[in-house]
């Protein structure tokens, strides 16, 4: 299965400044997928990012408040924006499918907005 | 409306016991059912997994349990140890699905010695 390299690991910010996560594989994908993670809660799927492709979002997640970029078949970045305490979670990114290896997350980016 | 129910929230073993966590959903078009394990400050990390086209799985001591009529799955964890202390996450994907892993809530274990 892929491996995925996420960075920042954790970050604190003040709101209203943005904040770009990095997602590195180590192998070529096709899709890559970013979900949020609020404090205790499970885990919400924010969008899914072609290479080549404009980022598809999801229900309550739009492309200005959480920017995505695919630049090629190993990495994507997901920027969250304009940065407010709500945005206080942890983001993931993911990689590929129904099968032996399943979806495979990163370690994740905890994020705290002050 | 794509869902998948998980119960208990939170659920205390003791050591050598067997752990069951319950999941249900609604949405027959599901037919890929993973179950990811997740330690504080860790990505989710895949378990088990199962298709609808067997009833049952099993990878060391953990198994899945799947009732296809009842669309209902769960997972068992035999002989549960300190170290399987974790939050646990069920999970459906549709059929031709391209990522849209539909999480259960997430049930938190601990396992006491």
């Known amino acids: 299965s892929a491996v995925i390299s996420q960075k920042p690991s954790r970050d604190i910010c003040q709101r209203g400044t943005s904040l770009t996560i990095q997602c590195q594989v180590d192998?070529?994908?096709?899709?890559m997928f970013w979900y949020r993670q609020q404090p205790g809660q499970s885990l919400t799927l924010i969008a899914t990012?072609?290479?080549?492709?404009?980022?598809?979002?999801e229900s309550g997640f739009v492309i200005d408040k959480f920017p995505i970029s695919r630049p090629n078949l190993t990495f994507s970045t997901l920027t969250v924006s304009n940065m407010s305490p709500e945005d206080s979670s942890i983001y993931l990114c993911?990689?590929?499918?129904?099968?032996?290896?399943?979806?495979?997350f990163g370690s994740g980016t905890r994020l705290t907005v002050v | 409306q794509q869902q998948v129910k998980q119960s208990p929230q939170s659920l205390i073993v003791q050591k050598g016991g067997i752990s069951i966590i319950n999941c249900a959903y609604e949405?027959?078009?599901?037919?890929?059912f993973p179950w990811y394990q997740q330690f504080p400050g860790k990505g989710p990390a895949l378990l088990i997994a199962?298709?609808?086209?067997?009833s049952e799985k099993k990878e060391g001591r953990f198994t899945i349990s799947f009732n296809k009529s009842a669309k209902q799955f769960s997972l068992h964890i035999m002989d549960s140890q300190p170290g399987d202390s974790a939050t646990y996450f069920c999970?459906?994907?549709?059929?031709?699905?391209?990522?849209?892993?539909?999480f259960g809530k997430g049930t938190k274990l601990s396992v006491k010695p």
């Open positions: 990012a072609n290479q080549g492709s404009e980022a598809t979002y």
């Open positions: 949405n027959t078009a599901f037919d890929y």
């Open positions: 199962i298709r609808p086209d067997v």
């Open positions: 192998s070529q994908v096709t899709m």
């Open positions: 993911s990689v590929g499918g129904v099968g032996s290896y399943g979806y495979t």
């Open positions: 999970a459906a994907a549709p059929v031709g699905s391209q990522g849209n892993l539909i």
